[in-house]
């Protein structure tokens, strides 16, 4: 994932549990992506959200696809 993107994710224990948001907001990866799939366009998610970027945006999605494509290692430690 592209690093200056990346710098636009924030998750910390303290704010929404923990779960990924951009960066110094509660807007969190998973509202972004769930306004996107119900279909709403870009220009309707920063009338919803002023006070981020498009930038920002295209960072949740960024950070939503490489989550996704990570592996699940099961260890069994029996």
Known sequence: MDADL???????????????????????VSTLVSLFAVGHDMKRILEMYPYIGEEDVRAALAYAAWKSDEQLLVLNLQ
């Open 6 to 28: 990346m710098e636009r994710i924030a998750s910390d224990p303290k704010i929404v549990s923990g779960k990924p948001c951009v960066k110094g907001t509660r807007v969190m």
